[in-house]
């Protein structure tokens, strides 16, 4: 059972313009949602993370909306350059207790000239 | 300050064989998570441990085994490797109490011939 369903799987943007991602979740337990970024032979790296308390977080370029009734959330790259291009996951878990992540699938991101 | 390391970052083991992967936490992180990252998926939870122990377990064969040492560092070990086992083996340490907001290492990628 995929707790976390990520997509698209892959996205090619031009330089400059948005970027796209979006997770939806089915455990009503899950009140953290980090994304993380993922470079060829790397270990994800924390992005930026939101709780179910606001609807939306910015960090630079990234921005993360969150719909709780829907049961959805999404990653925005504003602005998106080469350096971009990377894989994306979303996850999501409870603050409370030792409930490890669960991951979407992941996004392949190519940000072109 | 030094991330989360792990040593080796590359393996390459035969069939049946046994492998130990190691990882040390960021300083004054106190609980280390393990994950299995299969090319083109998402990390999957293999074992979260702090003060020595166990606190959870992801579904994984009793082949994969752990252990945490005094200085918070942790080992992982397979036994009897599978062709399957060939992944992306990621350690993630996090703060006691915000086990949620986890920092992972550049991995260990296992190869099993």
């Known amino acids: 059972q995929q707790q976390v369903k990520q997509s698209p799987q892959s996205l090619i943007v031009q330089k400059g313009g948005i970027s796209i991602i979006n997770c939806a979740y089915e455990n009503t337990a899950f009140d953290y949602f980090p994304w993380y970024q993922q470079f060829p032979g790397k270990g994800p790296a924390l992005l930026i993370a939101?709780?179910?308390?606001?609807s939306e977080k910015k960090e630079g370029r990234f921005t993360i909306s969150f719909n709780k009734s829907a049961k959805q959330f999404s990653l925005h790259i504003m602005d998106s350059q080469p350096g971009d291009s990377a894989t994306y996951f979303c996850?999501?878990?409870?603050?409370?207790?030792?409930?490890?992540?669960?991951f979407g699938k992941g996004t392949r991101l190519s940000v072109i000239a | 300050d030094a991330g989360v390391t792990q040593s080796p970052t590359h393996l390459i083991k035969t069939r049946g064989q046994h492998v130990t992967l190691r990882c040390s936490p960021i300083?004054?992180?106190?609980?280390v998570s393990w994950y299995q990252q299969v090319l083109g998926q998402g990390p999957q939870f293999i074992f979260q441990?702090?003060?020595?122990?166990?606190?959870g377990r992801g579904n994984f064969p009793d082949r994969f085994s752990a252990r945490q040492f005094p200085n918070y560092s942790s080992e992982l070990n397979v036994n009897a490797l599978l062709l399957g086992d060939s992944a992306l083996y990621l350690c993630?340490?996090?703060?006691?109490?915000?086990?949620?907001?986890?920092?992972f290492g550049p991995g260990t990628r296992l190869t099993v011939t």
């Open positions: 939101i709780r179910p308390d606001v």
């Open positions: 996850a999501a878990t409870p603050r409370s207790g030792n409930t490890p992540l669960v």
């Open positions: 993630a340490s996090s703060l006691i109490g915000k086990s949620y907001e986890q920092y």
């Open positions: 300083s004054g992180h106190k609980s």
């Open positions: 441990y702090y003060e020595k122990e166990e606190r």
